[in-house]
C-alpha cells in the first residue's frame, strides 16, 4: 500500500526544527485567520452529540450538555473544528503517500493477537478522549494552542500528559512484553 515502488524507499522525515517552525507558523496563522487555535476533541464532541441527536433527538436537545449545541437549529457538525480535523486527515494522508510511508499495521505488544492490540488501542483512545473533555481540551487544543498563548492549563496539561504516559508506559511495558 506504498505510494512509490519498494526500491525507491520512504522519503527521510523532515527536521524537527523545520518541522516545529511550520508548525509554529501554521498555529500562528490559525489565530489570525480563525481566532481560534488548533484543536481536535471538539470535533468527536460535535460527531457524538449529532450521532447522540439521530438515536434520540428528545433526550439529546434537552441535555445540558447537549442541548446547547442545537440552540437555533444548529447542527454541531457545521463548525470550523469540523473542517479543521478533516482537513489534518486529508493533509496527513496525501503527506504520508507521497513520501513512500503510508500503510496499515497493527503496533502494541507483540505477543497479544491483533484484536487485542486494536481493543488496548481503542481503550487508550477512549480514556485520552474522556480526559480531554474533562479537561476541556485535548492535547493540540491545550498543550499546543495553551502553550503558545502561555495558558496554565496548556502547561499543566502537558505536564500531567506526559507524566502519565510515561508512568503508563512504563508499568505496560513490564505486564505486555
Same mark, same amino acid.
Given at each position: 500500500?506504498?505510494? =512509490? =515502488?519498494?526500491?525507491?524507499?520512504?522519503?527521510?522525515?523532515?527536521?524537527?526544527?523545520?518541522?516545529?517552525?511550520?508548525?509554529?507558523?501554521?498555529?500562528?496563522?490559525?489565530?489570525?485567520?480563525?481566532?481560534?487555535?488548533?484543536?481536535?476533541?471538539?470535533?468527536?464532541?460535535?460527531?457524538?452529540?449529532? =450521532?447522540?441527536?439521530?438515536?434520540?433527538?428528545?433526550?439529546?436537545?434537552?441535555?445540558?450538555?447537549?442541548?446547547?449545541?442545537?440552540?437555533?437549529?444548529?447542527?454541531?457538525?457545521?463548525?470550523?473544528?469540523?473542517?479543521?480535523?478533516?482537513?489534518?486527515?486529508?493533509?496527513?494522508?496525501?503527506?504520508?503517500? =507521497?513520501?513512500?510511508?503510508?500503510?496499515?499495521?497493527?503496533?502494541?505488544?507483540?505477543?497479544?493477537?491483533?484484536?487485542?492490540?486494536?481493543?488496548?488501542?481503542?481503550?487508550?483512545?477512549?480514556?485520552?478522549?474522556?480526559?480531554?473533555?474533562?479537561?476541556?481540551?485535548?492535547?493540540?487544543?491545550?498543550?499546543?494552542?495553551?502553550?503558545?498563548?502561555?495558558?496554565?492549563?496548556?502547561?499543566?496539561?502537558?505536564?500531567?500528559?506526559?507524566?502519565?504516559?510515561?508512568?503508563?508506559?512504563?508499568?505496560?511495558?513490564?505486564?505486555?512484553?
Amino acid at each position: 500500500m506504498s505510494a =512509490t =515502488t519498494p526500491s525507491a524507499g520512504p522519503r527521510p522525515f523532515w527536521q524537527p526544527h523545520l518541522a516545529g517552525v511550520l508548525l509554529g507558523l501554521g498555529l500562528l496563522m490559525t489565530f489570525v485567520l480563525t481566532g481560534h487555535g488548533l484543536g481536535a476533541s471538539g470535533f468527536t464532541t460535535a460527531l457524538a452529540a449529532t =450521532t447522540a441527536d439521530v438515536v434520540a433527538p428528545a433526550a439529546t436537545e434537552s441535555s445540558s450538555y447537549w442541548g446547547p449545541m442545537f440552540e437555533n437549529g444548529r447542527n454541531p457538525l457545521d463548525s470550523w473544528i469540523t473542517w479543521q480535523v478533516i482537513g489534518a486527515a486529508l493533509g496527513a494522508l496525501i503527506g504520508a503517500m =507521497t513520501a513512500g510511508r503510508f500503510q496499515i499495521s497493527y503496533d502494541g505488544p507483540v505477543r497479544l493477537g491483533k484484536p487485542q492490540r486494536l481493543l488496548m488501542a481503542f481503550a487508550g483512545g477512549a480514556i485520552s478522549g474522556l480526559g480531554a473533555r474533562i479537561s476541556l481540551g485535548c492535547t493540540s487544543g491545550l498543550g499546543l494552542s495553551g502553550a503558545a498563548t502561555l495558558a496554565s492549563a496548556g502547561f499543566l496539561f502537558l505536564g500531567g500528559f506526559f507524566i502519565t504516559g510515561a508512568i503508563i508506559g512504563l508499568a505496560t511495558k513490564r505486564i505486555w512484553q
